[in-house]
């Protein structure tokens, strides 16, 4: 298959083009390098030392002999995406591309409408083209298990069997994001379903929890090929975040009580996932979503399991509990759906005491690239500002 992975020098993206290209396929990238950028913004840096594109993208050929194409550009620009979709006119797009931090999005006036601007429209952008040029063309399009917050009800995937007033319908499921960056998932998904609807496009929309890990078979065969790993209080998530504090033995920053509860999911079966996705796709017109997640933990528990896995190692770890910068409920009913990536062939990696302990042996590596003063959360839901 012709796959275009727009957002493919990200976390996930660029794990994800090596193991199509391993596979077989024939792979191109889109990016902006917009998350190199955030970096430079607040003086953050990827725990693991990530080469540029090109760089890796080469390496990549002399250890396989497969070549990736690489289109540096926006996809808020519609010119640059229809020119690189007309020039790789892709069987199946997977879109990550998208500014993916919520606490980026809340930092104020500035990164809230740019999280929206560059999500929203790269998203639109992205369906147009798809109209205009590959019709036929699968859009997988990864989304958020926050999308649908934490209702007192259990979460289906996508839909909802609604009985009201003697009439029955199945709807959308009720969405209640909890930041600007969870609402523009929101927005996308409501955009792509309309397009399916009036324009016969097929989606697939990955509603994803939360990943953590950092290896695949690909990534290791060299260490030029590894992918970012983030750690300070803005792109970095909880788990990821939980295993660099107790490598450098900062006491682990539990928000609040520690009862949110949310999906969780192995960057492995994160990228198998989107694999089932592509190799099953969508019928003409069909919006489908998965809820992309193996299991559910809350932070509080996720605290204890990363505390005693760090202690067996020797490590000596605190929990602290932080006061909560952001807005969201600390102890709730949580219990999402999560069977039609199973049905389709997905079998979990669980976490584990060994894949917590293989997380801290890449982390060990790269040690003293952590600098502990990123951290400390800073964004505040309540207090938007545009200073960090
Ligand atoms: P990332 O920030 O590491 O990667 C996103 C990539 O997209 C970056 O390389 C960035 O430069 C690129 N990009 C952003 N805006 C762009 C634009 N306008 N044009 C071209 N390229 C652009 O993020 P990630 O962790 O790899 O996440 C990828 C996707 O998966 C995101 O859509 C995110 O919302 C979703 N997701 C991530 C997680 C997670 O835990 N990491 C969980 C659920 C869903
Ligand atoms: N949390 C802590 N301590 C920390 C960091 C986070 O207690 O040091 C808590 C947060 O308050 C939150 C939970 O852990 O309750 C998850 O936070 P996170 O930063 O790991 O994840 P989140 O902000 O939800 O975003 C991440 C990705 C995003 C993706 C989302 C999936 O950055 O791209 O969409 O996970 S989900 O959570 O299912 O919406």
Not at 43 to 51: A, E, K, M, R
Not at 295 to 309: I, S, T, W, Y
Request: aromatic share 10%; proline share 4%.
């Amino acid at each position: 298959m012709k796959i275009l992975i727009i957002g493919g020098d990200g976390y996930l993206g660029w794990p994800t083009a090596l193991y199509f290209s391993k596979q077989g396929h024939d792979v191109a990238i889109i990016d902006n390098f917009a998350r190199r950028g955030y970096d430079l913004e607040f003086g953050f840096s990827s725990l693991t030392p990530i080469l540029d594109l090109h760089q890796r993208v080469d390496l990549w050929k002399k250890e396989t002999g497969k070549s990736i194409s690489i289109h540096v550009g926006d996809v808020t620009d519609y010119p640059f995406l229809t020119q690189a979709i007309k020039s790789c006119k892709p069987d199946t797009v997977v879109h990550f591309g998208e500014q993916r931090s919520a606490p980026y999005s809340m930092i104020g006036h500035r990164h809230a409408v740019y999280t929206q601007v560059n999500n929203v429209v790269g998203t639109l952008n992205l369906l147009f083209a798809i109209k205009e040029i590959v019709p036929d063309c699968h859009l997988v399009k990864l989304g958020t298990m926050g999308e649908y917050g934490t209702p007192n009800i259990d979460i289906e995937e996508g839909f909802i069997k609604i009985n009201h007033n003697g009439r029955e319908d199945v709807l959308p499921f009720p969405k209640q994001p909890g930041s600007f960056y969870h609402l523009s998932k929101v927005h996308d998904s409501n955009n792509i379903f309309f397009c399916c609807k009036v324009w016969g496009i097929r989606a697939t929309d990955l509603n994803q929890g939360v990943v953590y890990g950092v290896e695949t078979e690909e990534t290791i065969m060299n260490p030029g090929l590894c992918t970012r790993l983030d750690y300070d209080e803005v792109f970095g998530t909880v788990l990821n975040r939980f295993c660099v504090q107790s490598i450098i033995d900062h006491p682990l920053t539990v928000y609040g009580e520690g009862g949110q509860t949310r999906g969780f999911i192995n960057l492995l079966d994160s990228i198998r996932c989107v694999e089932l996705a592509v190799l099953n796709p969508a019928g003409k017109g069909e919006f489908r979503v998965f809820n992309q997640f193996t299991e559910q933990f809350n932070v509080l528990q996720l605290a204890q399991l990363v505390k005693c896995c760090g202690e067996r190692q020797g490590m000596s770890i605190k929990i602290n509990h932080l006061e909560n910068p952001r807005v969201e409920l600390e102890t709730h009913f949580y219990n999402a759906v999560h069977t039609k990536l199973i049905d389709l062939g997905l079998e979990p990696h669980n976490l584990s005491d060994t894949i917590i302990d293989s997380i801290f042996k890449v982390m060990e590596k790269y040690k003293d690239r952590v600098d502990s003063s990123k951290i400390q959360p800073h964004v505040n839901w309540r207090k938007p500002t545009n200073v960090l």
